[in-house]
């Protein structure tokens, strides 16, 4: 299954399948994007980080491509389980150390 | 190796009264960062702090709002005579010094004006 970002803010996939969540950036100056997993009545959660010098990044089960050309930043999760359900938020940031802005994150839901 | 500390976890004010939000970065961690989530949205940045400096306070509503972070201690929010649209939940986050990257965040408090 995949996302289009703001509007479609819900993902609905089967246990098992691949998961893929969009998102779009505005700031072409931006250099740092981060993926967050977020559970209900928790913080944000770190999945995976990707600099502007490269395109692609693998973690365990996830991985994240850039593409600044259109400015879009996706996220691929591969065998998605049940507990992999939450939101998905994307964020960005245009020089280490500076604030993270975030885009309006994608409900992830997995159907067993 | 403790992560970013927020306390308290819930908070209930009624309106007018103040609210104190604290957050102890990590440990090695000299910036932190303030956010905001109002039910079914994104975090959205308030204020950006390094020890007794505040960096980037865009995000901060012009009154009522404050932050700190002082020498020695936790980083403080202060929010004045609440009303009832400041219900929503606080995240604090925190990292290295500038260019490592790596930005944690904590469990956030979840303030609720009555």
């Known amino acids: 299954g995949e996302s289009v970002g703001l509007h479609l803010p819900t993902l609905s996939v089967q246990e098992g399948d691949n998961s893929i969540i969009n998102c779009a950036y505005s700031n072409s100056a931006s250099d740092y994007f981060i993926w967050y997993k977020q559970e209900s009545g928790k913080g944000p959660q770190f999945i995976i980080d990707i600099r502007s010098n490269m395109d692609k990044r693998q973690g365990q089960r996830v991985t994240v491509l850039l593409n600044k050309t259109v400015k879009h930043l996706s996220l691929q999760i591969a065998a998605t389980q049940p507990g992999d359900s939450a939101v998905y938020f994307c964020?960005?940031?245009?020089?280490?150390?500076?604030?993270?802005?975030f885009g309006e994150g994608t409900q992830l839901t997995v159907n067993p | 190796n403790a992560g970013v500390m927020q306390n308290p976890r819930h908070l209930v004010r009624r309106r007018g009264q103040e609210a104190r939000l604290r957050c102890s970065p990590m440990k090695g961690h000299s910036h932190v960062y303030w956010y905001r989530q109002l039910p079914e949205e994104g975090l959205k940045f308030m204020v950006y702090?390094?020890?007794?400096?505040?960096?980037?306070e865009s995000g901060m509503p012009k009154e009522r709002f404050s932050a700190e972070f002082p020498k020695e201690g936790p980083s403080i929010l202060r929010i004045q005579q609440v009303v009832r649209g400041d219900s929503a939940a606080y995240f604090c986050?925190?990292?290295?010094?500038?260019?490592?990257?790596?930005?944690?965040f904590g469990s956030g408090t979840r303030l609720t004006v009555v």
């Open positions: 986050a925190s990292s290295p010094p500038q260019g490592a990257g790596g930005y944690t």
């Open positions: 964020a960005e940031n245009r020089a280490s150390g500076s604030r993270l802005t």
């Open positions: 702090l390094q020890k007794e400096n505040i960096i980037d």
